[in-house]
């Protein structure tokens, strides 16, 4: 569950609501990704604004009661993750959007990718953010060029194609 008081939301825009939830066992803490997923959902930088949402928490004791939720964002092992993207081909390896449910893959949590080199949270920001934004209907982006910045819906985890990082669906300012 997001911490008290940590996700941050609009006043405006159509409510979308959204469950934290952690597979039992990994070794994680589980308040420590919901507090990583509440920071990147209040962001201003992230789909609030562009797309004119609120993201409103759906409680653990919520769901056991039957609570309607529009995106279960969910951290799950690389085998959990294999499973709940069926029938899409994550092989142990990359994150999904799948039936509702934003997978958000342990190792790559853990280990982030490539194209964010040491920048961990970064990338963590990139994949909640790039699943998220599946759930809100966003399809898959591409490199504009070398040296644009990189779309938070293109697939960064496999790299940039000459486009920079950048784990934000608002343009880059500065």
Not at 22 to 41: C, H, I, N, R
Not at 152 to 169: E, F, H, I, R, S
């Amino acid at each position: 569950a997001i911490p008290e008081g940590g996700l941050r939301t609009g006043g405006e825009g159509r409510s979308v609501r959204v469950s934290v939830e952690t597979e039992g066992g990994l070794p994680v803490d589980a308040a420590e990704f919901a507090a990583a997923v509440a920071a990147t959902l209040s962001d201003p930088r992230g789909w609030q604004a562009v797309d004119k949402v609120r993201f409103v928490e759906v409680s653990p004791a919520e769901l056991a009661k039957g609570a309607a939720v529009d995106v279960r964002i969910a951290l799950a092992s690389p085998e959990t993750t294999d499973r709940l993207c069926a029938p899409l081909q994550t092989r142990g390896q990359v994150s999904c959007h799948n039936g509702g449910r934003a997978v958000i893959n342990l190792t790559r949590w853990q280990l982030g990718a490539e194209a964010y080199g040491a920048d961990l949270a970064g990338y963590r920001t990139y994949v909640v953010n790039h699943e998220v934004g599946h759930s809100l209907g966003h399809g898959h982006a591409y490199c504009a060029g070398p040296g644009k910045v990189a779309p938070v819906m293109m697939q960064q985890t496999y790299g940039l194609k000459g486009c920079t990082a950048w784990p934000w669906p608002s343009p880059k300012s500065g």
